[in-house]
């Protein structure tokens, strides 16, 4: 074993309590050679045995010496105001932690030379004509497409080692606010109509499998932007007929409608998704598929 090996990598993870967060922070729990920190805005964490600072990425200070005192080899940025429709309303709060958040994050990374690991998301794009590969130039329908672009920008030009991994859809278990699948699943149990639109496409995320590609890029030390998805281009209502097959609920409770009828306050690309190929090639990143990743998460409830 090579000297190195034996010193261990700090990692510190922000916006540790959100659905990707803490799959992050349960990863690397289980990992030896780890030495890690969470920090998010809420005064406690959603987990143990890891510990936990209360920091709000949009206050300079506050991210300064979070990330000063804990030295860290890497900053994984978890953090974001990710509700695409209030983004329309508080765009002020949007661009605050979206955009001016991770500025205060790389102007500290870049003084320690901690490398950055950000997320992005297929919403930079105007979803008339997805998937999209890495090189397509992007063109935002709505503000929360904005500010993600704009992060993406504040890391090129923030003159540190960065990657951003762009993703959609993302699903799995966490302690948090429910996702997709368990919203569905919820609905459907408590034999509630839902409505789903069928003409919004993309190919859907299992959060363990974002966390498998976070871990490659770290471990190969390939810093780049990557489209990091699943393998199967969906629609949503045919995704929750999935959902709904794999835990045995009643597919007659949900209603297919096109996103217009939803009259949300923001607009959604529609043909969406993101094309994985250099992730495969570059990684060796290996997503589950739909059924797989359900069935995962079915023993994670015990349904
Ligand atoms: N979920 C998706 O479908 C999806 C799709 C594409 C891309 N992404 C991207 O993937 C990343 C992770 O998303 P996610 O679904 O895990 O988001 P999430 O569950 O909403 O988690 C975000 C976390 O950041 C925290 N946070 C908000 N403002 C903060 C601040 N000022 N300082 C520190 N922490 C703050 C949030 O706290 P509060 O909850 O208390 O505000 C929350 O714990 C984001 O960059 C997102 O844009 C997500």
Redesign the pocket.
């Known amino acids: 074993m090579k000297s190195r090996d034996l010193i261990k990598k700090r990692i510190l993870i922000?916006?540790?309590?959100?659905?990707?967060?803490?799959r992050i922070i349960a990863f690397y729990q289980a990992q030896e050679n780890v030495e890690l920190l969470g920090?998010?805005?809420?005064e406690k964490p959603t987990f143990e045995n890891t510990p936990y600072i209360n920091?709000?990425?949009?206050?300079r200070e506050e991210?300064k010496n979070t990330i000063f005192n804990f030295y860290p080899d890497i900053v994984i940025?978890?953090?974001?105001?990710?509700?695409v429709d209030l983004c329309e309303s508080e765009r002020a709060t949007a661009w605050?932690?979206?955009v001016k958040?991770v500025e205060n994050i790389v102007e500290a990374c870049r003084s320690l030379d901690a490398k950055i690991i950000?997320?992005?998301?297929?919403?930079i794009f105007n979803g008339n004509n997805g998937p999209y590969d890495e090189n397509v130039k992007p063109d935002p329908v709505g503000y929360?497409g904005r500010t993600?672009l704009a992060?993406e920008n504040v890391l090129k030009i923030g003159a540190v080692t960065y990657a951003v991994l762009?993703?959609?859809?993302?699903?799995g278990i966490?302690n948090?606010?429910p996702?997709?699948v368990r919203w569905v699943i919820n609905s459907l149990r408590s034999k509630q109509q839902i409505r789903i639109v069928t003409d919004q496409v993309g190919n859907p995320?299992f959060?363990e499998d974002?966390v498998t590609a976070v871990n490659k890029v770290i471990v190969s030390d390939q810093y780049d932007v990557y489209n990091i998805a699943g393998k199967e281009f969906i629609n949503r209502y045919e995704f929750a007929l999935q959902i709904a097959d794999m835990f045995n609920l009643d597919k007659k409770l949900i209603t297919p409608i096109v996103t217009e009828e939803l009259k949300q306050p923001a607009k959604r690309p529609l043909k969406g998704g993101l094309i994985i190929t250099k992730a495969i090639n570059q990684l060796g990143y290996n997503p589950h598929s739909i059924i797989e990743a359900l069935e995962i998460i079915k023993k994670q409830l015990s349904l």
Do not use: M, P, W
């Open positions: 922000v916006g540790a309590n959100g659905l990707l967060g803490q920090c998010s805005i809420e920091c709000d990425i949009t206050v991210i940025n978890a953090a974001a105001y990710t509700n605050k932690i979206n958040g950000h997320f992005s998301t297929d919403y929360y993600k992060s762009r993703t959609n859809v993302l699903y966490a948090s606010r996702d997709y995320t959060v974002l």
